[in-house]
């Protein structure tokens, strides 16, 4: 039933939407349409999800599905209303043309594929990473770093509260888990919520890294590059080692960087797609809208997912503002009745309505509600303006102290040093590499040889690419970090394709030379963290027995072995409403929860023993996790000698190791019930 | 470019892991399992009293 209704709400909200812009076929090509219809699903889970949790406060299953179903149901209606023109003969029309797009679309890449013995290969082995992928994410829990630490955490105190609220800091992580903008944790909540398990959510970023492909082959079919050599980029562009290892944890950088890349696809070159010639002036506009609509949510997304998402707004807003102007004072060239002030408030009215209300209205919650709470949009990192505190704040910078080597090198040589990889393997947080062979030897080269020519050649699109992609690497704070610029690979793809577009004769060689470093990076990019006992011995366990415990990573494992006992204990007993109460700050929140994040946790410490018991009844404490030999495990232990005294509460004691305890706590009335029943 | 890449000094380390890695792959796969020090870090997992 859980998988089937995860089923049935995917299925009817991305089709519904897909649907939608099938309408709308005539001015948004069918890559953008795939593409548009993953931004309109995202913005309605997200929409939905805010709503519910923030505003009603009942952000569960039930709720969540029914929301979702009823507007998807109502965007099907839209989309095929029989009581348009035409009447049903025309809804089934549309529905019979948009199958027959599918195909034929299918049809035509697979022969642009069979075609082309180096562009098949690639395909090919995109195909077999991506299986491999998704085989490892089923099998292995969620492991990574940030993921334990604050993502999942973020989604387990929601689904617990079924509502988007600040929680209590008692520990220095939660004030990062209140501050941060929560948007793919959303999506990180809605692959857990139906299927009431997280056995997929470390695949939500992998859909970001399709989605991703098939935006930098839209962006090169608007540059006018030929279609296979198109394909061919966008399908290198997925050979980034330190996205192929992230598209299968619960991060969100490639998220970040796929949504700048579809915002950037939508944004340019709407005039120059083959089927937009011959085009009327409203269908311009219409065209145009759209773009910026769907460019608005993406943004929006993006801007509520980490706290740069402001600087990609940012960016995009000044570049859409230009291009406005730009546009309407072309127009009133011709129209002699249109003046400057009316040229602006045109643009203006555009940039506000198309692109700047969807970003606020996806992207804004959280920037606000900081604001309102600390002052701050973006607390606790403080904004300063040439030396005036415009918003004040704790930190003045990135908090991670950077490697060493960074700081004996320049702001020119740190992305050279990382981008030539001085490491002994890939992580999926990798500071000193990630990007990959393809990017330092293929994609730089191409950069250089795609801008100088563009430039030479007035190719004015490719060079306003180039603008956005490179201006936004440079604005970037710690941009040698590779996560944090994995779009900058995207505009490498598309420099490849620039190049193999042009060049006449040399482009099998450089395509051959891109497929083997395709095939040098699908065999290296392993991380440590899965070897290949691990997925031996994860094969033969049961599904339930799969757990970040016997995992044992070694990114983790070192400072959290001596945890592995409890977390084994809660994963095998801890069931659906049981509260874990804790009295210690632990190092991972994520473990605390059982695998479906359908328990609850709750911080308490108290001075005396009499508050703190009266904290484990208001929050309905099932067990009580403590440090061993700790003021509390002092308490049990008076407890059970003062049980003879009439003291009604129970501490049974169900697990212990030399550092950690669990108890199950009876309450007074339990243990009442329970005295009676026994006296009986 | 490639020269420059692959002639890094942790270039050499990082391709042995990776042999490494496909090493112990080809035995899982093979069945010619040596075990490693995953077999360490079960021994000190599955040391979990508990009173249940």
Redesign the interface.
């Known amino acids: 039933m859980n998988i089937l209704s995860y089923i049935i709400v995917n299925l009817l909200l991305f089709s519904s939407w897909q649907l939608f812009l099938f309408r709308k076929r005539a001015v948004i090509s069918f890559p953008d349409r795939i593409i548009g219809a993953f931004i309109l699903g995202l913005s309605q889970i997200i929409v939905t999800e805010l709503l519910l949790g923030a505003l009603f406060r009942n952000l569960f299953a039930v709720p969540l599905f029914s929301v979702n179903i009823l507007i998807s149901s109502w965007v099907l209606i839209l989309s095929l209303a029989p009581f348009r023109k035409g009447g049903i003969k025309s809804t089934s029309n549309d529905i019979t043309l948009a199958l027959k797009e599918l195909k034929g679309v299918t049809m035509d890449f697979w022969i642009v594929v069979k075609n082309d013995f180096l562009l098949s290969c690639v395909f090919f082995l995109v195909v077999i990473s991506i299986c491999w992928m998704i085989f490892i994410a089923y099998l292995f829990p969620s492991y990574t770093w940030d993921a334990l630490w604050y993502h999942l955490p973020m989604v387990g105190y929601i689904m617990q509260d079924g509502a988007i609220r600040d929680i209590a800091n008692d520990s220095f992580i939660n004030q990062w888990i209140n501050m941060f903008p929560k948007n793919i944790e959303l999506l990180f909540l809605w692959n857990i919520i139906f299927l009431e398990s997280d056995i997929i959510v470390d695949l939500t970023q992998l859909a970001f890294t399709i989605v991703g492909i098939v935006s930098v082959y839209s962006m090169a079919m608007k540059l006018g590059i030929q279609r296979n050599y198109a394909l061919y980029a966008s399908l290198l562009f997925f050979f980034t080692p330190i996205a192929i290892l992230q598209s299968t944890t619960n991060y969100v950088d490639v998220a970040i960087a796929v949504l700048f890349i579809i915002s950037v696809n939508f944004i340019i070159g709407h005039r120059r797609e083959p089927t937009y010639e011959n085009r009327t002036e409203a269908s311009c506009k219409e065209q145009r809208v759209y773009s910026l609509c769907l460019a608005g949510l993406a943004t929006g997304i993006l801007m509520g997912s980490k706290s740069s998402g402001p600087l990609f707004a940012g960016i995009l807003s000044a570049l859409i503002i230009i291009q406005e102007l730009m546009e309407q004072r072309a127009v009133s060239f011709n129209a002699a009745t249109m003046n400057k002030y009316s040229v602006l408030t045109k643009s203006l009215k555009m940039y506000i309505l198309s692109f700047l209300l969807p970003v606020v209205l996806l992207g804004g919650y959280w920037y606000m509600k900081n604001w309102i709470v600390n002052n701050n949009p973006v607390y606790p990192m403080q904004i300063s303006l040439f030396g005036t505190t415009i918003f004040k704040g704790l930190y003045k910078g990135i908090v991670e102290p950077p490697p060493e080597i960074m700081n004996r090198l320049s702001y020119i040589t740190r992305p050279l040093y990382v981008w ?6 890939y992580l999926y947080d990798s500071r000193l590499g990630g990007l990959g ?1 393809i990017w ?3 994609f ?2 191409t950069i250089l040889f795609s801008v100088l020519y563009s430039a030479v050649k007035k190719k004015y699109d490719f060079l306003v690419l180039s603008a956005i992609f490179i201006g936004t690497f440079l604005l970037y704070p710690r941009n040698w970090t590779p996560r944090y610029v994995i779009f900058i690979v995207g505009f490498g793809a598309l420099s490849f394709g620039f190049a193999v577009n042009t060049f006449g004769d040399r482009k099998n060689v450089i395509k051959t ?1 891109a497929l083997l470093l395709a095939v040098y990076t699908f ?2 990019t ?1 991380s ?1 963290c899965i ?7 994860f094969m033969q366990l049961p599904p339930a027995e799969r757990t970040l ?2 995992h ?1 990573p070694f990114n983790i ?1 070192l400072h959290v ?1 001596q945890e ?2 409890y977390w ?2 809660i994963s095998n ?1 801890v069931s659906k409403r049981d509260t874990i109460a804790y009295t210690f700050e632990p190092l991972f929140f994520s473990p605390l929860w059982n695998s479906s994040f359908s328990s609850r946790i709750a911080y308490l410490k108290e001075k005396s023993y009499n508050d703190w018991v009266e904290g484990l009844r208001k929050n309905n404490a099932t067990y009580v996790l403590i440090r061993t030999n700790s003021q509390e495990d002092k308490w049990i232990k008076f407890s059970h000698s003062m049980s003879w005294l009439g003291s009604k509460e129970r501490f049974n ?5 030399p550092n950690y305890t669990i108890a199950k706590f009876e309450r007074a009335e339990n243990s009442i019930q329970k005295g009676d029943g026994e006296k009986g | ?2 020269i ?2 692959f002639s ?3 270039r050499k ?3 042995e ?2 042999i490494q ?2 090493t ?2 080809w ?2 796969v093979t069945g010619r ?1 040596q ?2 020090g ?1 077999g360490e ?2 021994k ?2 599955e ?6």
């Open positions: 030539l990889e001085n490491i002994q393997y062979p330092f030897i293929i730089l080269p030379l065999l290296v392993n440590p070897t290949p006992y691990q997925i031996e011995k415990a016997r044992a494992d072995r592995y006992g084994i204990w007993h004691v169900v697990y212990a190791d | 470019m490639a420059i890449y890094v000094p942790e380390a990082f391709l892991n990776q890695w496909w112990e792959m035995e899982v399992d075990g490693s995953v870090q079960e000190d997992t040391k979990v009293m508990s009173k249940q």
